[in-house]
RNA sequence: GGAGAGAUGGCCGAGCGGCUGAAGGCGCUCCCCUGCUAAGGGAGUAUGGGUUAAAAGCCCAUCGAGGGUUCGAAUCCCUCUCUCUCCGCCA
């Protein structure tokens, strides 16, 4: 949610801002809604003192031993005139509150604007792809040869778009998972969290899932409004919910390994084929609290605490920022970053990296006491994939197959793997 | 799943229809006193919002959440959520 004030003050330039990302605001309902806001918020607070003092006087009275007759009479109407003047109030304000939910956060001035994804600014790459001197199979090819994962199975138990993983290919899946999360926590300065795996509608509405992206998500069938998470970002960011947080403690960082959950409904039809795009993958979530003056910076290092996942994986990839119009709803920057696929011969997203700035905070009343002024204040908020699991395990595999159809274990992962040096 | 108890400010804890945004204590901050430490005295110490160019001031809201009764609700009624205790069941 952005600053109300901003909706408020600075309409006009802040509707420009938006259209920078394609989104237009509907700027004379606004400023009319806006001003009808005002003017029955005075007059419910004037009503509101009236009856306040009426009913002192009444309390007095009655101590003194005084007739309150006269004085309830004078009252009487103010009861329905108090109802409806909240009524008009509450109408106006969920109108407003509606349409600011729905308001995309600004991006940040450093942005690229652009249409689509082609205008991507790419910003370094990283390795070389490997070259091969053979045909470069693709992670089906790969792993369904000697049985270690099975696509029909899934869908026998479940449906499309869900994967089975077996044997040496199950444990490198896993392996992958405990060496993100040593990485974090003893490299990068990380707690480790374990959070549930499902939320309620309050959270996402935290974190901006709700109430625009509902479609997208998997929701729990039962007395309770339970949704699957989508992402860790959900869960872990929602840890600083209705939370002043100390300055002695700030910045929080914690990464949590997670399933997530994704229903990505009107995506039909793009990466059908493997694990790319799936209804449940795992992910290592990188999650941090900062204070708004480092918001900017943290945003450098957890992309480069996602980068130096695939470095030590020594897997080729690419650092994008991403153009207005292929930001997330509540990102105000975001760095994608794209781990080279040699079945795919390009470059597929891996990690995506965001600062929220107060966005996500204004939402989730997640604030810090800033010792300058003592007062609590909006923090910022940032995540990023640290990282795909499923698609990391994609990514070792074909850049790390061989002719025979074996896979080679990178350095860094052996010690996860017993010291197994291929998976055959 | 069954039975009961509870939810008040940073914490503990009063209040059970009227000058209570909330006694008292602890903690914290500042000041005074005291030749160390300790003790003592005083003041302050929630959050959001409106009005304002801003501040001060004034006003409104908030005692788990939402609704209701009333001139007036932390206090009464209803619904929900969460916590605790006992029993059952279980990983």
Redesign the pocket.
Known sequence: MLD??LL??ELESTAEQLARRGFVLDVARLAELETR??QL??D???L?????????????A??AGQD?QP??EE??D??DR??QAQEDL?SVQQELSQISLGVPNLPQADVPQGEDESDNREERRWGDPPEFAFAPKDHVDLGSAPGWMDFEAAAKLTGSRFVVLSGPLARMHRALIQFMLDMHTTEHGYTEAYVPFMVNADSLYGTGQLPKFGADLFALQG??EYYLIPTAEVPVTNLVRDV?VDDAYMPRKWVAHTPCFRSEAGSYGKDTRGMIRQHQFEKVELVQAVRPEDSEQALEDLTGHAEAVLQRLGLAYRVVTLCTSDLGFSSAKTYDLEVWLPGQGQYREISSCSNFRDFQARRL?A?W?NPQT?????LHTLNGSGLAVGRTLVAVMENFQQADGSIRVPEALQPYLGGLQVLE
Do not use: F, M, T, Y
Request: aromatic share 0%; charged share 40%; no cysteine.
């Open positions: 109300p004030r408020r003050n806001r005002k918020q005075v419910l607070q004037e509101q003192n009236q009856r306040n003092s009426r009913s002192k006087e009444i309390g007095k009655k101590a309150i004085l309830l009252v009487a103010l009861g108090l109802k509450s007395e309770q002043i009343k604030r006491r003592g007062k609590p204040e909006l």
